[in-house]
């Protein structure tokens, strides 16, 4: 609950929260960024490779997809030969999605490799300087894998 001071006129106020914590269940911040989780810019291309930190298991996506197809947009995330997960979005737009990684898909020793591919990309001639193929822009990776002591039992 935040207090506001009265004011004169009917202009609205505009009020901006900064949190690293803005979930219920406790997300931690993100490390790395997702530049270093995925690429220097952030984006997947057509066919390419996430790899996540060491450790995690179930992290959230926040990601755009630049263009569509007459059949959906098909997202896949594959692990040593195995689909860990498939997305199908019937339009380009801004997501919000979890991935949660099966035991044998993820490490506590070293980063977790998996293989990305989609069936759509932009369109053949780039634009805005950007490159051919270009398939999900990851604006953001969170770890939401639970704490040992969170664990239910």
């Not at 995330?77 to 999605?97: A, I, K, L, N, S």
């Not at 979890?98 to 044998?104: A, F, G, H, S």
């Not at 490159?131 to 770890?143: F, K, S």
Request: aromatic share 8%; proline share 10%.
């Amino acid at each position: 609950r935040i207090s506001l001071p009265q004011k004169e006129g009917t202009r609205p106020y505009r009020l901006t929260l900064h949190s690293d914590l803005l979930r219920s269940d406790g997300a931690r911040a993100l490390e790395p960024q997702p530049c270093q989780v995925v690429s220097e810019d952030g984006w997947l291309e057509q066919r390419d490779t996430l790899r996540l930190p060491r450790g995690w298991k179930v992290v959230e996506i926040t990601f755009m997809l630049p263009v569509g197809t007459d059949d959906g947009i098909r997202l896949t995330f594959d692990c040593q030969g195995r689909t860990v997960d498939e997305w199908v979005f019937e339009r380009p737009g801004m997501y919000r999605r979890q991935l949660r990684l099966p035991p044998e898909a993820w490490s506590n020793d070293s980063e977790t490799e998996l293989e990305f591919a989609s069936n759509a990309a932009l369109p053949p001639q780039p634009r805005r300087g950007e490159r051919r193929w270009l398939a999900m822009r990851v604006q953001e990776i969170v770890d939401l894998t639970p704490e040992p002591d969170e664990v239910p039992r």
